[in-house]
């Protein structure tokens, strides 16, 4: 079996998306690993008998946990200290729980206490910590459900990473980056979606650490 990157969007071409038992081990201090508990794991086990995870994952946060089945459904579980699993409190989950009823979800992930999702039709959701405007609704009021951000139909691709800040970054179906939170390496502090310089015609993009990285 050929290696698969994570997640590349919804219009990757040539990236076969895999379906199947989901496994976790190691660290689970927030409950990350979804075995009901808190307790650390010196092996690698299955998590329950569903066979519909996929691998469209972001690396966000290590402790929180939004993953999206092959049934376009929506699970949360871990930290949620800030709502940023969507499930309309803050009350950490130590086994997975379903975001809503929705069934056409894309993909989805968190950066520090912000969380943002791509439904299938294109559309960005945001919820989660947002006393930076990094949910990008023109607001810095925190929320703990999902809420569709504006009307655009053509976000593709979500830019998550592991390192704590308080800004979103995705790219949409015309090659831009977009980000929306508080200030990094030049870029000011916004609460709405900002496109990053004007370059456009980007085929990939992704965060390493704070920095981004964008392929033609």
């Given at each position: 079996?050929?290696?698969?990157?994570?997640?590349?969007?919804?219009?990757a071409?040539?990236?076969?998306?895999?379906?199947?038992?989901?496994?976790?081990?190691?660290?689970?201090?927030?409950?990350?690993?979804?075995?009901?508990?808190?307790?650390?794991v010196?092996?690698?086990?299955?998590?329950?008998?569903?066979?519909?995870?996929?691998?469209?994952?972001?690396?966000?946060?290590?402790?929180?946990?939004?993953?999206?089945?092959?049934?376009?459904?929506?699970?949360?579980?871990?930290?949620?200290?800030?709502?940023?699993?969507?499930?309309?409190?803050?009350?950490?989950?130590?086994?997975?729980?379903q975001?809503?009823?929705?069934?056409?979800?894309?993909?989805?992930?968190?950066?520090?206490?912000?969380?943002?999702?791509?439904?299938?039709?294109?559309?960005?959701?945001?919820?989660?910590?947002?006393?930076?405007?990094?949910?990008?609704?023109?607001?810095?009021?925190?929320?703990?459900?999902?809420?569709?951000?504006?009307?655009?139909?053509?976000w593709?691709?979500?830019?998550?990473?592991?390192?704590?800040?308080?800004?979103?970054?995705?790219?949409?179906?015309?090659?831009?980056?977009?980000?929306?939170?508080?200030?990094?390496?030049?870029?000011?502090?916004?609460?709405?979606?900002?496109?990053?310089g004007?370059?456009?015609?980007?085929?990939?993009?992704?965060?390493?650490?704070?920095?981004?990285?964008?392929?033609?």
């Amino acid at each position: 079996m050929s290696q698969q990157l994570l997640m590349m969007g919804r219009r990757a071409s040539g990236r076969t998306v895999l379906t199947g038992q989901r496994w976790a081990g190691t660290h689970n201090d927030n409950g990350e690993c979804g075995f009901g508990n808190t307790d650390n794991v010196a092996t690698i086990a299955q998590l329950g008998d569903l066979e519909t995870w996929t691998n469209k994952e972001t690396c966000g946060r290590p402790d929180s946990r939004l993953v999206v089945n092959s049934e376009g459904k929506l699970y949360a579980w871990g930290n949620n200290g800030s709502g940023q699993l969507g499930l309309g409190d803050t009350t950490q989950r130590t086994s997975p729980v379903q975001v809503g009823t929705d069934t056409d979800w894309q993909e989805a992930g968190v950066t520090a206490g912000g969380a943002s999702a791509i439904k299938t039709n294109g559309t960005l959701w945001t919820w989660g910590e947002n006393s930076s405007g990094a949910l990008g609704k023109g607001n810095t009021t925190t929320t703990n459900s999902p809420s569709q951000v504006g009307s655009d139909t053509d976000w593709f691709k979500l830019m998550h990473t592991g390192f704590n800040g308080d800004r979103l970054f995705v790219m949409n179906d015309a090659g831009e980056i977009y980000y929306s939170g508080t200030e990094l390496n030049g870029l000011s502090r916004v609460s709405a979606f900002t496109q990053i310089g004007s370059e456009d015609g980007f085929t990939d993009a992704f965060m390493i650490g704070l920095g981004i990285v964008a392929h033609k």
